[in-house]
């Protein structure tokens, strides 16, 4: 969290931001919030603020645009702002509540990932990461998950090298 005045100045920000933005409390109380921006948004960011001070209402930041934070040693993260107003001793203020979705991304883009992957094979996908087992089958007939049951249950296992993507299709001596 990071609290700025009307004329963006840091006055209070959070362990948690410390740890975000790669600064110390000291480092960024005082400083203008744009410190923590990308330099090629730092000026239309400028022209953001001084309209909030007109329209002080609770709303997330940058509504469907992608928003990006500056850490101290200069490299760029994806985030997701949320404004709230407060006043404080006749003090007009703003709580920024910044939360890093760069984990967040790249959750969505694996999964988007193993979906395309299911799609796109004939045969279901199998993940024994532990219990329970994931089965993902792609669209087809009724009776595909049965199926797919019924050769697993023989004994059939199909391995993929992750080096160069090629399945190998084995039956297994042993039955359970």
């Known amino acids: 969290m990071v609290i700025v005045s009307e004329s963006g100045e840091i006055v209070l920000a959070n ?3 410390e740890r975000m933005f790669g600064a110390t409390r000291s480092e960024l109380i005082g400083r ?9 948004f730092r000026d239309e960011h400028r022209i953001y603020r001084s309209r909030y001070a007109d329209d002080r209402s609770p709303r997330p930041m940058g509504s469907g ?3 990006h934070g500056r ?3 200069g490299s760029e993260f994806p985030i997701e702002i949320s404004l ?10 703003v709580v920024s509540s910044i939360r890093d979705i760069g984990g967040r991304q790249r959750a969505a883009a694996e999964l988007a990932h ?6 796109s094979t004939h045969d279901a996908v199998i993940s024994k990461t532990g219990k329970p ?3 993902l089958v792609p669209p087809g007939p009724d009776d595909e998950i049965a199926h ?14 992750r080096r160069c993507g090629h399945a190998r299709t084995e039956r297994s001596s042993t039955r359970r």
Do not use: K
Request: a neutral charge.
């Open 15 to 17: 362990e948690h931001a």
């Open 32 to 40: 203008q919030v744009e410190l923590l921006l990308p330099e090629r």
């Open 65 to 67: 645009a992608e928003l």
């Open 71 to 73: 850490r101290r040693d």
């Open 84 to 93: 709230a107003p407060l006043t404080q001793g006749g003090r007009r203020l």
């Open 114 to 119: 193993l979906a395309a992957l299911v799609e």
């Open 133 to 135: 087992i994931a089965m």
């Open 148 to 161: 797919v049951l019924l050769r697993l249950a023989s004994g059939e296992r199909s391995t993929t090298s």
